[in-house]
């Protein structure tokens, strides 16, 4: 198994400019989250899916849109890039997360690290 | 509020000593507690999860504890190698939320 994969692993954008950040698992896992990391600080969930066609708002979901047609996929789109999105973006994948009163395993993509200039 | 707190922020040990991580929460209703490892420019792996029923759990040089009547975890790291030099992240389960702290930067030194 892959597990959770991400592309591309670096890019830079313009200001205004728009991007879509892959993100595939292959461990049939129904939710899959995006989290940015910002230099120093902890991991800030954008989007989450808890199954194909099921998408909800994070903590810091504006400038970010997403959508999920299959279990495998999970892209975030970036419409208009801005520096304040400057950050590493991780994508992860995990069973519900109370599973028989325990909480699922995430398992995270090694991370796409943006930069708006 | 719903937070997570470890400290410290970072810390510097040598080869061979032993360090203690610490978490605190004020997350409820609590579910779980996971501890996750972050090797510089990776994503985090899980090293281990606490269950409100659970004081202490291994997972080889690592030992994690939790006192689920004061809110506080701790990840206790023996015999440190070179390799455990990384970002340690705590991550609170509510009901069907999750909690991140900002983790601590362990850099091991020989």
């Known amino acids: 198994n892959a597990g959770v994969t991400q592309t591309p692993k670096f890019r830079i954008l313009k200001i205004g400019q728009s991007m879509t950040l892959q993100c595939a698992q292959d461990?049939?896992?129904?939710?899959m989250y995006w989290y940015r990391q910002d230099p120093g600080m902890g991991l800030k969930l954008i989007y989450y899916s808890v199954g194909a066609g099921i998408t909800d708002k994070g903590e810091v979901p504006n400038g970010y849109n997403v959508s999920r047609s299959t279990t495998e996929d999970f892209p975030l789109r970036l419409e208009l890039a801005a520096p304040s999105q400057t950050s590493v973006y991780f994508c992860?994948?995990?069973?519900?997360?109370?599973?028989?009163?325990?909480?699922?395993?995430?398992?995270f993509g090694p991370g796409t690290r943006l930069t708006v200039l | 509020k719903n937070q997570v707190e470890q400290s410290p922020q970072s810390l510097i040990i040598l080869e061979g000593k032993n360090c203690t991580l610490q978490c605190n929460y004020t997350v409820s209703p609590f579910s779980n507690l996971r501890w996750y490892k972050q090797d510089t420019g990776r994503g985090p792996v899980s090293l281990t999860i606490?269950?409100?029923?659970?004081n202490t759990k291994s997972n080889g040089r690592y030992t994690a504890t939790l006192d689920a009547d004061t809110k506080q975890s701790s990840l206790h790291i023996t015999a440190s190698q070179l390799s455990d030099s990384a970002s340690y992240i705590c991550?609170?389960?509510?009901?069907?939320?999750?909690?991140f702290g900002t983790g601590t930067r362990l850099t091991v030194i020989p």
């Open positions: 606490m269950t409100f029923s659970e």
């Open positions: 991550v609170v389960s509510g009901t069907n939320n999750l909690f």
């Open positions: 461990m049939n896992h129904n939710y």
């Open positions: 992860a994948s995990s069973y519900p997360l109370l599973v028989a009163g325990v909480g699922s395993e995430q398992f």
